[in-house]
């Protein structure tokens, strides 16, 4: 393929934007080369400035459950954007919008609606601290929850106590209130609570994670969790800004059938526009300005052009609850196919699969966690990568993301990937 339209683009970009990139995975660092550049998509595929077509197995990293340039939430985008793009006043979109979410997630009374999963989270943490009065929380090793400060921490010297900032701009006291755990380990759970009692907020995870490549919680550790935090009152807090709306109606809480204490959405409910939000039962809520102390606000926040696509996209969702169902098939489909050639192959892999969330991973043992995730065959992966893009098919540009199957993808798109997986191996 010809990528040198897109290799000007990005050669302009590194100029006027830092890296050229306005989020650090899209500069492909972790997989070498050049960045493609698209200038338009449709259903399962996304066009690049040079006339490419790929299949597009990321879907803008989660929110397209039904494929690019979906007929009913662009034309909810038009008719919105015709009366106005934005008044930072009430609409009665929003209160739709959110009367439908709070109808179809279990274990929730109220939603407020913010512009990213970032503040979602950001504002989720902090309504857990309002709320209990604690001032620590405790994250997963692997679990991304946006760049606020409180959660790029990595293990320090004394992690079973406090982490340390992993990124310079976040301060010491910052991270002193962010405790690391491993994921899927119930027991290093305990040790920080039982080192930190009766000052922990809460427990904030992805319920299945998918930044450390797709990793699906084990019965014993998500059971665990919860158990724990009721015991203990700590609040289990659910960033299914990847996962809500996704994995089922009710996304990963349904899916799991465990209740989270406040949950976090963005992606899905947005329809592909910029928006997050997060939601809890009333007497959580209850302390959200302007009704309770914890302050949050943001002036797009309900922002009509993501209203409008979120309502459109969740009453789809409402009307073909096949959905879900169509895109587990078509991942099992994926994942049989990919496993069979690799192991035909004899290339050493992993696969892990939940729902339309999988991931591949190039090593010998079970990837559980973080560290058994980053023990994966980095240049192998590079090689795939870039092998199936030449032919036609879009990865994550990461060995530690997920990708995100569409509904759009039909089993001919499938097949021609498992082909595309034979001639790179």
């Known amino acids: ?32 080369g050049e960045p493609i550049f698209i200038k338009q998509a449709k259903g399962a595929y996304l066009y690049d400035e040079d006339g490419n077509q790929y299949i597009d197995y990321i879907s803008s990293w989660g929110p397209l ?33 959110a009367k439908l979410a709070v109808n ?21 943490v902090r309504l857990a601290r309002g709320y209990t009065g604690k001032d620590k929380i405790i994250k997963f090793a692997g ?19 406090f982490g340390s900032p992993n990124s310079p701009g976040v301060t010491q006291g910052t991270a002193k209130d962010t405790l690391l755990a491993d994921y899927n380990n119930l027991e290093s759970v305990k040790a920080l609570v039982e080192a930190n009692k009766g000052e922990i907020a809460g427990i904030i995870l992805e319920p299945v994670a998918g930044n450390m490549g797709c990793i699906v919680p084990s019965e014993d550790f998500i059971k665990g969790l919860r158990e724990i935090c009721t015991q203990e009152e700590i609040l289990l807090l659910f960033d299914e800004v990847m996962t809500g709306f996704r994995l089922a109606k009710g996304g ?27 939601a809890a039962r009333a007497e959580i809520m209850a302390h959200l300005a302007p009704e309770g102390p914890v302050y949050q606000a943001g ?10 696509a979120g309502l459109a996209m969740l009453t789809e969702i409402n009307q073909n609850p096949e959905v879900f169902d169509n ?22 892999h992993q696969i892990n699969r939940f729902g339309s969330m999988i991931s591949v991973h190039f090593c010998e043992h079970p990837v559980v966690d973080f560290a058994s995730s980053a023990n994966g065959n980095n240049d192998t992966f590079k090689k795939y990568f870039h092998g ?32 595309a997986v034979r001639k790179v191996f």
């Open 1 to 32: 393929m010809r990528y040198q339209r897109s290799s000007e683009l990005f050669a302009e970009a590194k100029k006027y934007i830092p890296g050229g990139v306005n989020s650090p995975v899209r500069a492909f660092k972790a997989v070498g």
């Open 65 to 97: 459950l039904f494929g690019h340039a979906h007929g009913p939430v662009i034309n909810a985008v038009i008719e919105k954007a015709q009366k106005g793009t934005s008044f930072g006043i009430p609409t009665e979109v929003e209160t739709d919008l």
């Open 104 to 124: 179809m997630v279990p274990n929730i009374d109220k939603i407020r609606f913010v512009n990213s999963g970032t503040e979602a989270c950001m504002s989720a």
């Open 143 to 161: 679990c991304y929850h946006g760049h606020s400060d409180s959660f790029l921490i990595q293990a320090g010297s004394g992690a079973v106590t």
């Open 252 to 278: 990963a809480q349904e899916a799991l059938g465990i209740d989270a204490d406040i949950v976090m959405f963005g992606k899905v409910i947005g329809g592909g526009l910029p928006v997050g939000a997060f």
């Open 299 to 308: 002036t797009l926040s309900g922002n009509p052009l993501a209203m409008g």
């Open 327 to 348: 895109l587990m098939q078509k991942t099992e489909y994926l994942h049989k196919g990919i496993a069979e050639v690799l192991t035909e192959k004899g290339i050493v």
């Open 388 to 419: 199936m893009l030449e032919q036609g098919i879009y990865l994550p540009p990461s060995a530690f993301e997920s990708y995100f199957l569409n509904d759009a993808i039909s089993y001919s798109d499938l097949a021609k990937t498992l082909e």
